[in-house]
Each structure stands twice: as structure tokens, then as C-alpha cells.
């Protein structure tokens, strides 16, 4: 049988998007490697990726649809399969009633970046919902406090040029766990440390980043933004501000050096739970080290305050006069600087789109629960787990499980979230369909073309949504635009063409060029080209409109701590992928059960051993997890890793029943790692 081999792309929320080869051999997948000639991924995969062909050709694919015909949140058990025909005719009307009864808003679209891809994730079925007037998605479930903190102070996701890195001679990993969560940004942090740089990690946890850090603080959750205005202080303080920068290129200096006249350094540190000493001698060592590079991860922005601690730790830079040179800056993503733009496909200006609510996705617990009036009454869920990854767990399964919700799941696998569909549709994955990826991690533009059979008779959610909307009776040419017309469309203000990218598979698209220091004399992307330490259009959200600190919500309530002495984080795993892979015999293996992890103190003081099962609970809910006592955290902090499934769980639940809707002071983002809890034996 003759071997092929074809490039594609990562799809999964990396901020690295690789560039992968596929060998194809009769149709199906058969080895998979990462494309030596990528410039910044450079022929590495992580070890997750290295097993996707276990999800692709796994026997656990989803190949029919399926109609519910038993109770909910039970199973597969209670289905059978149905045909294309009947399936959609059975999508259709149910959408049709939600409509009919109350109106489209009570149709929700709940969606997120299971696949990155544009095509398959963010075009089609947000354009058909779009034309149906059905409730808007903000999809804030993973950055939005950080892309509204962004958009604040630099005007957009954009930053420095992730590859100047290697010209820093300080670098600072900010909540960014870069082995687990950007692996391919590390090499680039090692050849700056060749160079001489000195690496600083700032986390919580002693991550395997942090330790292999020159220097690691770990702050207490929820504290950064109090960190990073001490360290400003200090850096005015030794005469270390660039005056003249920050008088050409940004607003609002005068007003944030009054304010960090009441941000001394004792102040800061004791707000982190760090030193005073330690403090001061990264407030030294910025001062002195030009260029100093902070990549900021999103772990800070999963706080209450997070809006402030991103705006706070990206003003930093400004102060310093860094973005002067390469290697110097801030840099949470780089989603900005890319010129794929989704609003204009998803809102084509021949197609109507009427106006509608918009509604919170890491709301929906709440959602379900009563919250959206008038009530969602229909869910159309893809790319996304929610009921294994949204927050308030218990209270969104009820919510899933309610009669009177018609939910319909396009899925490549079984998940938690499928437990609770009436409908599920068999979707296909990468080397199947066609997509296209920007990426948040690096400046490149990549294309996946499909190249192997689906499995059974799964389809791309583009063509369930074509489906869909004909059997609706909605006869519009855009409604049944191609794959390749919707990427087509994407790319309209791109400089590169679907052409050059299918000769390519990748191209560099964002105009910056590699080692630049594209924000060196301002030209940020706000209307004036200033970045703003002062926004004024914050104070109408109820927001300070000066960078500052807002502390985190659980972890400073006394009253809280009396009850639930543990502030509880959860990262991410390396061997995952949020949920996904999480059902997968290697993946989860590598991953090993579900485990809390506790300071040794803790263990102790709660007559624990390592391995005992012990309940993680809180007001909200409980999880069940092997304890293990574990210095990587400080004592009162705990820490578990997010997303395994909840129906493989011990007790059916994980993390998220502990979690809280509750929106970050910036962006109506999730608070995930804003969280009290107790742990105790399990009876
Ligand atoms: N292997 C793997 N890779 C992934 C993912 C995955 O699940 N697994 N998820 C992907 C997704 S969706 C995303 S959004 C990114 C997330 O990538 P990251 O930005 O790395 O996000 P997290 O792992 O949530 O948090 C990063 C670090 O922040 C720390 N942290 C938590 N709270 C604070 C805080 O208050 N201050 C500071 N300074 N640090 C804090 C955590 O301990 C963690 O080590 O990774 C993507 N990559
Ligand atoms: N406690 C806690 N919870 C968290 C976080 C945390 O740090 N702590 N992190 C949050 C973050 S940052 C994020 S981004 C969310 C992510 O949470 P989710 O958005 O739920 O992401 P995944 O769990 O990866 O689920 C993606 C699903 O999409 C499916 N999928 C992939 N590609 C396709 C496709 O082409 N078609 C269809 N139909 N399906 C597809 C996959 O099979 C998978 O089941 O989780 C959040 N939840
Ligand atoms: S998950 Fe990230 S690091 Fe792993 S292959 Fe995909 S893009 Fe690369
Ligand atoms: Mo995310």
C-alpha cells in the first residue's frame, strides 16, 4: 500500500499551533511527527500530540448519530443510533420549538477552542445562530480578562515578538508554566539563558518550570497585580523609570506614580506572602537588566483581580522603557497581531443577523439555572466539554438535565457533556477536515488540508451546520459557502492567499518580522498609538480606570478561610488537553487518577497519608482525590490539575464542583483558581 506524507496543524488550544507530518497510508493516519523546517516549532510535538492517533483511530470514535431515547445523564445507554436524516430533522424541530415558543434568543450556541481551528470552530455554526437571532456566545471561558486587560493597555493581544526572546537577559515567567502549556517557547528561553539571560519564574507553584527557573517566587494566588506595583515603586525608587518613553509612547504615568506612592515594598510583599528581601532583589535585577522579557501566562488571570494583575504586570514593561529593544516587552498572546478575522464571516454583510442578548459561557450553571430570562431552552454544544470544564459543576449538571432543554452535542468522542444530549452527532477530526489556524503563541498562519477518511459516518461540524440550517428551510447561499469558501473568506485581509498556504501549509502573516521590537517607538494598537496606564473608558464598566490591584475574592475572606482553610488552583496537565484526551488508556495513564496535592503540613495536620481518598469540598460541591503531600505548594494552598472527565471519576464530579461562576473584574472572565475548599477523609 503506498505511504503519503502531508502537513497540518495542530488544532488544540496550544498556544504553540505545530505544524505536524501525517504519514497516510489506505486513508487512515498511521504515524505522526512534528515538521522539522517550522521556524518555531521546529519538528518537536509534545508527548500528548505524539499519541493523537490513539483519539483519531481510536475504537471509541463517534461514527452515527444518536437520538436519546432514556433518561438523562445516564449514558450512551440511553440512545440509538438514528440516521443523518432523521437526526437533523430531529435538530431542526427541536431548535424550531425553542424558536416558535421563545423566540431565537432561547437557542444557545455553546462553543469553544476544542479545535482552534477557524473553519470548523468559529465560521459556520456561529454564522447560522448569527442568522437565526439565537443568544450570543461571549466566549470568555479561558482569556477574556486578559484579552479586556490587553485591549486596555496595549490596545490588542500583542506584545513582544515571541522569537526576539533569545535577546533578553532577563526573563520572567509569569504564571506560565512553559513545559507543560508552551513548549516550544522554552528552547527559545534556554538559548536566552546561553546567551546569559537570567530566568525568574513567578508562580504559586514550584511547577517543572519554576524549578528549573534560575529564581522562583511563588506568591500567593490571586496577588500579582499587588507584586507588580511594588516592584514599579521600587523601580522608581532607584531611578530606574524611563521617563522619556513612557512620556512619548504611553498615558497616564503621572497618575500611576502618585498611586505607587502607597505601594511600598513592604506593602507589596506582604500582600504575596513573599520576603521583602526577595522582592527587592527582583526589583533590582529589572531595574539593571535591559532588555527584560515578561511572558505572562494565563494562570494570573483565572483570579477575580485578574483584569488588574494582567494590565499591572503589563505595565511593568512601559516602565522600564523594555518594548525599546528585542527581546524586551510583555507578551501574554500574540492573537492580535494576526490578520484572520472572524467577525466579518461570522456576520457576512449579505446575510441578516438580528440583534440578540448576549450570553456568558462560564455563566451557564447559572444560565441554565434561572439566570437568562427569557430561558434557554435549546443548547447546541461543539468543541467544548462543559460539563466536565465549566465552573459550579453540580449545579450545571442539574441544569443540563432539566426536561424542558433540548441539547444537541457534535462530538467526536463520548464526553461528560454527551450524557446530557438529546441529539449527538458524529464530528470529524483533523486529518479530516479542512481548517485554518492563527495562533496565540507565534506569528504564523497555518493550513490543514483533510487527508485521511473519517471514521464511519462522522462529518465536519461546518457541513452538520449546512445540514442544519437546509433542514430548518433556510435556503442561503452563505449558509452553504464551502470549507475552502470560509477560509477563503478569513483570509480576506491577510497577505497571504489559501493558495500560497496550500504550496506552504505555513506562512509568516503578522508583519512583524522575527527579532523586531515592533513596538519600539509606540504605534500600539489604540487609537492614538500610546499605551494606556490610564483608560478612561473602564470607569463606565464599573472598573479603575488606573492600573491597580483587586484582590482575589476566596482567598481573602477570613470569614471563608474559618470554614475552608485551603485556597485550591487548578492548572493545567501536561498530558492533557483541557478534557481532551482525558478518556485516552495513554493520556490518562500518564496523567495517573485524580489527585489533590497539599503541602506536607497540611497532610499532617489532617491525620492524612499519601494515597488516602479524601472528599474536596466546599458549599458549591466536592470531588473525590488520592491525597499527596507534595512541597511543590506552600502550606493553606492546594492544587489538583483541571479537566478530567467527571463521568470517569470516582464520585461523578471533578474540579468544577468546587469552582464558583463568578466573573473577573475585567472581561467576564471564570475564576477558576479563586477558590476555598477543605479536604477531608472520604467515608
Ligand atoms: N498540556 C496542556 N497544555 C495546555 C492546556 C492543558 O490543559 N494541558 N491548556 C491550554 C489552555 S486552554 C490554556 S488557556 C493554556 C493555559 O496555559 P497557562 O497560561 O500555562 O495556564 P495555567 O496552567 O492555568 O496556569 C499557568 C500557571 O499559572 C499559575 N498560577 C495560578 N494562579 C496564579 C496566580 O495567581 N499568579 C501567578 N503568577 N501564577 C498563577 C499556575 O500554578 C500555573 O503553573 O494552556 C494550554 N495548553
Ligand atoms: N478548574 C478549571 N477548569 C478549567 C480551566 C482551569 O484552569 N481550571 N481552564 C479553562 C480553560 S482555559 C479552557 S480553554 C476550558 C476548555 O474547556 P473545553 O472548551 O471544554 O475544552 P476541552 O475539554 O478540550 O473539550 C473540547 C472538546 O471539543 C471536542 N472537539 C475538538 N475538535 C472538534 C471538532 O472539530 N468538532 C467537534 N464537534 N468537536 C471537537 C473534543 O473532542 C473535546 O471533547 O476549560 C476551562 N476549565
Ligand atoms: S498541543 Fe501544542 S505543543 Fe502539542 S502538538 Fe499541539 S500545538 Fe504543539
Ligand atoms: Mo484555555
Known amino acids: 500500500m503506498p505511504r503519503t506524507t502531508h502537513l497540518g496543524a495542530c488544532p488544540l488550544d496550544c498556544p504553540d499551533t505545530c505544524t505536524w507530518q501525517l504519514t497516510v497510508e489506505d486513508g487512515r493516519a498511521v504515524q505522526i511527527r512534528g515538521d522539522r523546517d517550522h521556524p518555531f516549532t521546529r519538528g518537536v510535538l509534545c508527548g500528548k500530540v505524539n499519541r493523537y492517533l490513539d483519539a ?23 440512545f440509538r443510533p438514528a440516521t443523518w436524516d432523521e437526526a437533523i430533522a430531529w435538530v431542526a424541530s427541536g431548535l424550531r420549538a425553542t424558536i416558535d415558543r ?7 450556541p455553546y462553543y469553544f477552542a476544542g479545535t482552534m481551528g477557524h473553519v470548523q ?42 522569537e526576539s526572546i533569545v535577546e533578553a537577559r532577563l526573563v520572567v515567567l509569569w504564571g506560565a508554566n512553559l513545559l507543560s502549556t508552551n513548549l516550544h517557547h522554552w528552547p527559545f528561553v534556554e538559548e536566552a539563558r546561553r546567551r546569559g539571560a537570567y530566568v525568574v519564574a513567578i508562580d504559586p507553584l514550584r511547577t517543572d518550570t519554576a524549578a528549573r527557573a534560575d529564581e522562583h517566587l511563588a506568591p500567593l494566588p490571586g496577588t500579582d497585580a499587588a507584586l507588580a506595583l511594588g516592584l514599579m515603586r ?20 503621572p497618575e500611576l506614580a502618585a498611586r505607587l506612592a502607597r505601594w511600598p515594598v513592604e506593602r507589596a510583599a506582604a500582600e504575596c506572602g513573599l520576603d521583602v528581601a526577595v522582592v527587592r532583589r527582583l526589583g533590582d535585577r529589572i531595574a539593571r537588566t535591559r532588555p527584560t522579557a515578561i511572558r505572562v501566562g494565563l494562570g494570573a488571570q483565572r483570579h477575580h483581580g485578574a483584569g488588574q494583575a494582567i494590565r499591572a504586570i503589563c505595565a511593568l514593561p512601559l516602565v522600564t522603557g523594555d518594548f525599546r529593544y528585542p527581546g524586551g516587552g510583555a507578551l501574554c498572546m500574540t492573537s492580535g497581531h494576526h ?6 464571516v461570522v456576520r457576512p454583510d449579505d446575510l441578516p443577523t438580528p440583534p440578540a442578548r448576549s450570553v456568558n459561557m462560564s455563566r451557564l450553571a447559572a444560565v441554565l439555572a434561572g439566570e437568562a430570562d427569557p430561558p434557554i431552552t435549546a443548547l447546541v454544544v461543539f468543541n467544548t466539554n462543559p460539563a466536565a470544564t465549566a465552573p459550579d459543576q453540580t449545579r450545571l449538571h442539574a441544569g443540563l438535565r432539566r426536561d424542558d432543554l433540548f441539547t444537541t452535542v457534535l462530538e467526536q468522542r463520548w464526553t461528560d457533556t454527551c450524557d446530557y444530549a438529546d441529539v449527538v452527532l458524529p464530528a470529524t477530526m483533523q486529518p479530516e477536515h479542512l481548517d485554518l489556524h492563527s495562533s496565540y503563541g507565534h506569528h504564523y498562519t497555518t493550513l490543514n488540508l483533510p487527508v485521511t477518511r473519517a471514521p464511519g459516518e462522522a462529518l465536519p461540524n461546518t457541513e452538520i451546520f449546512r445540514r442544519i440550517a437546509a433542514a430548518m428551510g433556510i435556503d442561503h447561499p452563505r449558509l452553504r459557502d464551502t470549507d475552502e469558501d470560509l477560509a477563503r473568506q478569513l483570509l480576506r485581509d491577510a497577505p ?61 475572606d477570613a470569614e471563608l478561610a474559618a470554614r475552608f482553610p485551603l485556597v ?9 488537553m483541557n478534557s481532551t484526551f482525558a478518556s485516552l488508556p495513554w493520556h490518562s495513564g500518564r496523567m495517573g487518577p485524580p489527585r489533590v496535592h497539599l503541602h506536607p503540613d497540611d497532610v499532617a495536620a489532617r491525620g492524612l497519608t499519601e494515597g488516602d481518598e479524601v472528599r474536596v469540598h466546599n458549599d458549591r460541591g466536592s470531588f473525590l482525590a488520592a491525597v499527596t503531600a507534595d512541597d511543590a505548594t506552600r502550606p493553606g494552598l492546594a492544587f489538583t490539575y483541571k479537566a478530567y472527565w467527571a463521568r470517569l471519576s470516582p464520585g461523578g464530579t471533578n474540579v468544577n464542583a468546587v469552582t464558583a461562576v463568578r466573573d473577573t473584574d475585567l472581561g467576564g472572565g471564570p475564576t477558576f483558581h479563586d477558590t476555598r475548599v477543605e479536604v477531608e477523609r472520604a467515608r
Open 56 to 78: 483519531v483511530n481510536g475504537p471509541d470514535r463517534l461514527t452515527t448519530p444518536l437520538v436519546r431515547v432514556g433518561p438523562k445523564g445516564v449514558g450512551p445507554g440511553s
Open 102 to 108: 421563545d423566540g431565537p434568543e432561547g437557542i444557545l
Open 121 to 162: 470552530g468559529w465560521t459556520m455554526g456561529p454564522r447560522l445562530f448569527a442568522h437565526l437571532g439565537a443568544s450570543r456566545l461571549q466566549t470568555t471561558i479561558c482569556t477574556a480578562a486578559a484579552s479586556a486587560a490587553l485591549r486596555s493597555i496595549y490596545g490588542g493581544s500583542v506584545g513582544f515578538e515571541p
Open 234 to 253: 521600587h523601580l522608581l525608587d532607584a531611578g530606574a523609570v524611563d521617563e522619556a518613553w513612557l512620556e512619548a509612547y504611553t498615558v497616564g504615568w
Open 339 to 344: 490578520p484572520v478575522h472572524r467577525d466579518p
Open 496 to 556: 497571504v492567499t489559501f493558495e500560497q498556504l496550500r504550496e506552504r501549509t505555513y506562512v509568516r502573516s503578522t508583519g512583524v518580522d522575527v527579532g523586531s521590537a515592533p513596538y519600539a517607538t509606540g504605534g500600539f494598537p489604540t487609537p492614538d498609538g500610546r499605551a494606556r496606564l490610564l483608560d478612561p473608558e473602564l470607569a463606565s464598566s464599573g472598573v479603575d480606570p488606573l492600573v491597580g490591584y483587586t484582590p482575589p475574592v476566596e482567598a481573602a
Open 568 to 576: 485550591l488552583i487548578a492548572p493545567a496537565g501536561r498530558f492533557l
